[in-house]
T-cell receptor, first 114, second 113 residues
Framework: SQTIHQWPATLVQPVGSPLSLECTVEGTSNPNLYWYRQAAGRGLQLLFYSVGIGQISSEVPQNLSASRPQDRQFILSSKKLLLSDSGFYLC?????????????FGPGTRLTVT | GEDVEQSLFLSVREGDSSVINCTYTDSSSTYLYWYKQEPGAGLQLLTYIFSNMDMKQDQRLTVLLNKKDKHLSLRIADTQTGDSAIYFCAERESKGATNKLIFGTGTLLAVQP
């Protein structure tokens, strides 16, 4: 069966510090991968998506970057965090050959920038 | 661009039916989805409906789709306190091959005992 992991679960970082959040998927190959941010108040904002190793598309200009060094690994990074980067970060995947394109979400990482 | 709208809050009594509504703008959307988010957790896929269907039922959940009005609803029968959560409606973006989903802002369902 397929599972998706995110690490760490919670993180408190000072302004100006670097960031690295990791997402890994098990039990599938060649998935589409997505990073979302959910700010307080609910809405989900799509940050990045990837259709393959080394292929990253950015949805909004921001202080963050993403990388996909392996087929089932997706990393969200920042060189210098801002207060506005605080939020709940969710990783999601869909199987490349899925017929209904539903996205499956990880448990999320709660980031607080102080 | 595409947009998905939901009411922010719904309160029901335990045992009653809940109906959560959603409107979307992309008439070419092929799939629409309902997700549930409990406090501090990720989103859990509840169900989805293909655009050539009017209704889909899955145990206590019934999804109704009105393509003409671009309106989607989720009915939860016999609502329980464990159903208290935020419910998100989402549509699959029809253009491109990236399978992006456009999410609504979520409806907070509060179930009163």
């Amino acid at each position: 069966s397929q599972t998706i992991h995110q690490w760490p679960a919670t993180l408190v970082q000072p302004v100006g510090s670097p960031l690295s959040l990791e997402c890994t998927v098990e039990g599938t190959s060649n998935p589409n991968l997505y990073w979302y941010r959910q700010a307080a108040g609910r809405g989900l904002q799509l940050l990045f998506y990837s259709v393959g190793i080394g292929q990253i598309s950015s949805e909004v200009p921001q202080n963050l970057s993403a990388s996909r060094p392996q087929d089932r690994q997706f990393i969200l990074s920042s060189k210098k965090l801002l207060l506005s980067d605080s939020g709940f970060y969710l990783c999601a995947w869909i199987p490349r050959r899925g017929h209904s394109y539903e996205q499956y979400f990880g448990p999320g990482t709660r980031l607080t920038v102080t | 661009g595409e947009d998905v709208e939901q009411s922010l809050f719904l309160s029901v009594r335990e045992g009653d039916s809940s109906v959560i509504n959603c409107t979307y703008t992309d008439s070419s959307s092929t799939y629409l989805y309902w997700y549930k988010q409990e406090p501090g957790a990720g989103l859990q896929l509840l169900t989805y409906i293909f655009s050539n269907m009017d209704m889909k039922q899955d145990q206590r959940l019934t999804v109704l789709l009105n393509k003409k009005d671009k309106h989607l609803s989720l009915r939860i029968a016999d609502t329980q306190t464990g159903d208290s959560a935020i419910y998100f409606c989402a549509e699959r973006e029809s253009k491109g091959a990236t399978n992006k989903l456009i999410f609504g802002t979520g409806t907070l369902l509060a179930v009163q005992p």
